[in-house]
Structure formats: C-alpha cells, structure tokens
C-alpha cells in the first residue's frame, strides 16, 4: 500500500432527486461483498433506498461504463442480495461498482410514502389534530388541520421514533431510540381551527419511516401533552396521483418479520409482491468462420411475500424465483429451475429483547456471513446488541440445501440515527468448516459508516487467518468519503485493498492483492449535477491501470419536459485503451414514463480495434395503483457480435 500513488480525482456523481412526480434518481456507490454463485451481496440496502424486486444499473467503476443490470432478491437496512437482470456480467469479491436506483423505468421504483396521524385529546384537553403526511424521498410534507385548539397559543408539535407509543404514561416520549424531532409550531384562528402546510426538506428533511407518534404540547401548560397519535404510512408509486386526496386508512406496511408480533385479536397480514417477466435474446456472432445464430427465452416468476401476525407471534418471509430457460443453436438444453433465495420463521419476544430467526435467511444485524441454512438468535436491538447464527453454507451454483460447510458466527451490532447524525458498525468472527475439498477459514469483520449532515465517512475491514503461516492477515480495506465544500459542491474519494479467500484453493486460498484509489468531486447547478473523477487501479505484480471519467444529469429540463444524462469514461493500461459513451433521454407522459438512450464502446489493443453501438427503449406504465407493466428493448451492434434483447414484464404489490 506504500508504494502505491495519491491519485487525484476530480469528481464522482450522484443524481439529485427529479421533480416531485418523479421516483427518485441517485448514483450509489457499492462493494460487492461476496459471490454465490448468481447472487451477489450489496454493502448497501433499504437505508440507502434499495428494496427487494428493485432493478439496478449497475456501472463499472465511478461514472464507468454501463455493466448490465441487477435484481434486488432481498435486502436489509444495510445490505442487499442481488442477481443479474439478463445477461452476466463480469463481478467479482470487493469489486466497487456505482448502481443507479433507476426507479422510473424498473420493476421496483421507490414509493412515495402516504401516511395519516389522527392526534386525540389527552386529559380533556379537546385538541384534535388530523394530519396528512406525503414523503418522496427528498421532502416531507403535513397537512395539518385543527379543531378545539385554544386561540392565541403556538402549539409545539413533536415527531418520536421506534418504541414511542400513543398510549398511557408515557405517550408521545422518545421511544427505544430516544429520537424526537421538532415538527414546528402551529397557531389557530379565533375558534380554534384551521388548516395548516409544512415542509422539511434538504437539512431538515425527516422521513416519514423514522416517525412513529406525533405529540402535541401547550407552552402555556408547560408544554403539556394535548393531543397524541400514531403514525401510519403506506407507499404510493409516483405516478401524478394527488396523494393528499387518498390518505391511508389502513396500518402501515409489515415490518421486517424479526421485528414483528402477533397483536391479540388481529388476523394474519399479508404483504409482498409478484412479478412476471420474459427476456428474449437474439444473438449472431460472426468471424472469419459462419456466423452462429442463437435465441435465448428465459420466462421467471418472482415471488416476495411477507406473512405476519402468526400465532405464537411468528413471522415467515419468503423470496422465491422460478425461470424455465430455452435456447436455440446448441447453446444449453432446456432447463427449469427454482431458487428459494429466502425462507425463515422469525419471532420478537415483545418487551423482551430477544430475537431469532430460523431456515434460509440473510443476516440483519452483520455485514460479512451472507447467507444461512440454519438459526440466528439476538439479543438487544437495532440499537444496540449481540448474537450468533449456526448452520450451513447453501451451494452457490444454485441455492440448494447442502451440509458440505458448516459455519458460526458470533457478531456485535451499533448503531444510532437522528436527522443530521446516525452512525452504524458491526463486529463479528466467522468460521467455516468445510468438511472435504476445501481449507478451512476464520475471519474477522469489522464495518462503520457515519453520516453527518452531507458529510459521510464509510469504513470496512476483514481480517484472515492465514492457514500456511497460522498469522492474521488484512485481507479487505475500504474507506469511503463525500466532504461538502459549500452547498453545490462535494469532494469524494476511495482507497482500498481487496485479497479475496478462496476455500476451495487448498494450498493458497488468499489471491493476490488488488488496490484501488480515486478521488473526484461533484457539483451541482440547477436541478443537475455534473462531474469528473479519476481512478487508479493495480493487480498486484502489475502495471497501474487508469481510469477518467466524468457525468452529468438533469432529470427534468424546461425543454419539453426532457431529462438528460450522459457518461463518458476512458481507461487505458499499457497499449490497450477503453472508450465508453452514453446518452439518455428520458421523458413522462402522465402516468407514462419512457426512457431511450445510445451508448458506444470501443476497444483498441494491438489485435485490431473492436467497436460496438447499444441502442436502448424503455417504458413503464401504471395500469393500476399497484399493478405496473414496462417494456425494454435493446439492440447491440458490432464487427462480430449483434443482439436484440426484448424484456416485459408485469408486477403486482399486495
């Protein structure tokens, strides 16, 4: 790490938010933390607005070249599962790839949060408060109307988090997190009513998930509690609907099932979502020798679903994946396949802080085990807690049960989060005790990330017990930054090291090292944001390879309505060099959103020069406030290589 250069960067992108009827946009930086066979794990999950049965565009590198595609199969608050999309694409351990949370034209688009909070009269102070609540990600909004207030008096109105209740003693008080936030105050007219709007949006933007109760406080009472009710959302696509005038009137959307009781008296609850989907693959390769025509049709039903309020208080999550694949040409024979990617029974024991989770899951609470055939058991909560999980490794080719290599771990979680402050780490040690064909492996892994305001700082270390020499190695090292220097622009930068552990490589499981730096900034004008960066990249033994890029992207423009966004990015190492340019356009016609886009790709090495044009249309359409139907079409043009790719699809929620 000594010897290798201070790369300076100029700029890495994110995408600001589009106007309010669009889903939002944003540019994510990710590690990819393990392989399993077609499934990859993410360092980055529903805290960073990535949900299950989300699409991602996923690019190499910052604004480097579109990859491909991933499909959200679960996530967590931190970290995510993902498969490919279509085609494959090249990914490997530790490999820093930006996604695109393109939620206008994919199955998954983040939803705007509706949400409603009934305030009652608490000692007969006759305060009624209704408020509706809209969230899009980037401001939230109450609509607030009064009745039974006493005039004159600015009432103080207060949002509590996790753990507040609406009920008894300790009604409208911070709740497990010991989080309140000031909702502003609010004054009425002479007969002590009236009809109020608030937003929070940039610094003081709360969103709607953080807020639980809502209170209401009289300063001239001592800031007596006058009114106080909970909090109940419900995600609505954004598609142009006016979500003040359906407010939701049913509870809020399930919880992760760990998380989840039976409440007495109520029936099972239900949440998830299906989709159905075709791609069909047209490919000609060509040469000197006859070119080789293929089709590939690959049918796949999707399958989340979430079961609630069992009795005994037990959860079942679900996440399943059944696809038929048929090919012309001899390129692979029929085939069908079903992936349970997720299948556990989870139980919370209410007061009590004590959790566990058992069959195939994903662990919550730390960032390095993946996957489990077996049982987790926690104790404490999101706050603050520790625990194990027990069992085995499922096969990475396809998702099936296996005893081949059992594995333990034992883990410590933190983590704290306000509105311009959270901080998350976890600590755990693995081991895995394969049973034949493979070398053993014990680990440590350590991960934090805090956030304050624009400023962020992300850290991630594994440390491995190296089996030839018995000594501890550093084998994984990532340090992430974003400084804000003024409101418009942002520095950010990267260095790490990555040695991936191979199990299955008896005598030299630990691969070589691989380093990377980049440093780069982002500004933005208007309601874009453009920029440049610069990466430096070494496989160890090797040259340096560089990489320059730059983006830019305006959602929404006052020419005809269009968005535009561009990348363009060149690497070069040695004789050989890399050129990549996209281009997209992007417009809404109501409900409908559509999307075209053309990239170019040119290669040249001392073979001969290889170039290639991708020409992209897209489009989703609501059919119903929770049916969705989109279609893809892309075309690949090249000296030896030509493709049509047709993707539908529908998607249902419920």
């Known amino acids: 790490m000594s010897r290798f250069p201070i790369v300076i960067v100029l700029a890495a992108g994110c995408t600001l938010p589009p106007a309010v009827a669009f889903a939002q946009q944003a540019r994510l930086s990710v590690v990819v933390e393990y392989v399993a066979g077609a499934n990859l794990y993410l360092d980055a999950g529903g805290d960073d607005g990535i949900h299950a049965a989300d699409t991602l565009q996923v690019y190499g590198g910052p604004s480097g070249s579109h990859l491909g595609d991933f499909v959200v199969i679960s996530s967590s608050s931190d970290r995510a599962v993902v498969t490919f999309a279509d085609r494959p694409f090249p990914v ?3 490999d820093a790839l930006i996604v695109r949370l393109s939620s206008g034209f994919k199955a998954g688009s983040r939803d705007l949060m509706i949400g409603r909070s009934q305030l009652q009269p608490v000692d007969r102070s006759g305060a009624r408060v209704d408020i509706v609540i809209t969230d899009d990600g980037s401001a939230l909004n109450l609509r607030v109307t009064t009745s039974g207030l006493r005039p004159g008096i600015e009432y103080v109105m207060r949002g509590y988090g996790e753990g507040s209740t609406a009920r008894g003693r300790n009604a409208c008080l911070p709740g497990d997190d010991d989080i309140s936030y000031s909702l502003g105050t609010w004054s009425v007219d002479s007969a002590g009513e009236r009809t109020l709007a608030k937003a929070f949006s940039d610094e003081s933007y709360i969103p709607s998930s953080a807020l639980r109760t809502i209170g209401l406080r009289d300063p001239a009472e001592d800031f007596a509690l006058a009114a106080c ?3 109940e959302t419900n995600p609505l696509p954004l598609f142009g609907r006016n979500p003040q005038a359906e407010p939701p ?3 809020p959307t399930a919880a992760s099932p760990a998380r989840v009781n039976r409440t007495p008296g109520r029936s099972l609850e239900v949440n998830g979502r299906l989709a159905l989907d075709v791609s069909v693959l047209e490919s000609s390769t060509g040469s000197d020798l006859e070119p080789v025509d293929r ?9 989340r679903m979430a079961v609630t309020n069992l009795p005994g208080g037990f959860a079942l999550n679900t ?7 048929h090919a012309t040409g001899g390129a692979i024979a029929a085939s069908q396949s079903l992936r349970v990617y997720q299948a556990s029974l989870a139980k919370s024991f209410g007061r009590f802080p004590l959790q566990f989770e058992a069959g195939r899951f994903y662990s919550p609470f730390e960032t390095f085990s993946g996957y489990w055939d077996g049982l987790l ?11 194990f999980a027990a069992g085995f490794e499922p096969q990475n080719s396809n998702e099936a049960f296996s005893t081949d290599i059992p594995k333990y771990t034992a883990y410590a979680n933190l983590q704290h989060r306000s509105r311009i402050f959270s901080y998350s780490a976890d600590l755990s040690f693995h081991a895995l005790r ?8 014990d680990f440590f892994g350590f991960s934090q990330r805090l956030r304050w305001q624009r400023f962020s700082l992300s850290h991630r270390m594994q440390v491995d017990r190296d089996p030839a020499t018995d000594a501890w190695r550093i084998t994984q090292f990532d340090i992430r930054t974003a400084v804000p220097l003024g409101r418009r622009l942002t520095v950010l930068g990267q260095v790490s090291r990555l040695q991936p552990y191979y199990i299955w490589q008896i005598e030299r499981p630990i691969a070589p090292a691989r380093d990377r730096a980049t440093i780069g900034v982002n500004y933005s004008l208007f309601s874009g944001t453009f920029g440049v960066d610069v990466t430096a990249n070494r496989l160890q033994a090797e040259d340096i390879s560089y990489t320059y890029a730059g983006h830019y ?17 060149y690497w070069q190492r040695e004789t050989i060099t890399t050129l990549y340019l996209s281009q997209a356009v992007r417009r809404t016609f109501g409900g409908l959103q559509t999307q075209v886009s053309y990239q170019r790709y040119m290669t040249k090495s001392a073979a001969r020069p290889v170039v290639t044009h991708g020409f992209d249309a897209s489009f989703l359409l609501p059919i119903s406030r929770r049916l969705f139907f989109t279609m893809e079409v892309r075309l690949q043009r090249g000296a030896d290589l030509n493709s049509n790719n047709l993707y539908t699809g529908f998607w249902v929620s419920f």
Do not use: D, K, Q, W
């Open 553 to 569: 992207s305006f959602p929404r423009t006052a020419l005809l309505g269009l968005g535009f966004s561009g990348t363009a990015s």
């Open 295 to 303: 089709r590939f049709t690959t049918p796949t039903a999707r399958l």
């Open 229 to 231: 009710g909970t909090v």
């Open 434 to 441: 394969p049973r034949t064909g493979f070398v053993e492996h």
């Open 92 to 94: 490997t351990r530790g």
């Open 319 to 325: 996440n399943l994946r059944a696809a038929y694949h």
């Open 377 to 387: 058991v926690h104790l404490g909560t999101r706050s603050i807690g520790l625990g």
């Open 249 to 251: 009137t049913t509870a």
